[in-house]
């Protein structure tokens, strides 16, 4: 899954745009996803994470 946080989980929601004249599209909901390198069990590994997990402390990043 592309568009998926590795720790998480978070992925696109589905969603309607609703303009003024009340028009309705479809459209989608993506995290705001990161490349980062953490740290694993196993060693270091990259992987994409959502920034609330970032910002949370739920990943420690690996500085070389």
Do not use: D, E, Y
Request: charged share 25%.
């Amino acid at each position: 899954m592309a568009q998926c946080c590795a720790v998480c989980g978070k992925s696109p929601v589905a969603g309607r745009k609703v303009s003024h004249a009340n028009n309705v599209s479809l459209r989608q909901f993506k995290p705001n996803l990161r490349p980062v390198r953490a740290a694993t069990p196993g060693g270091s590994r990259r992987m994409k994470v959502c920034t609330r997990c970032i910002r949370s402390g739920k990943v420690t990043k690996v500085v070389r």
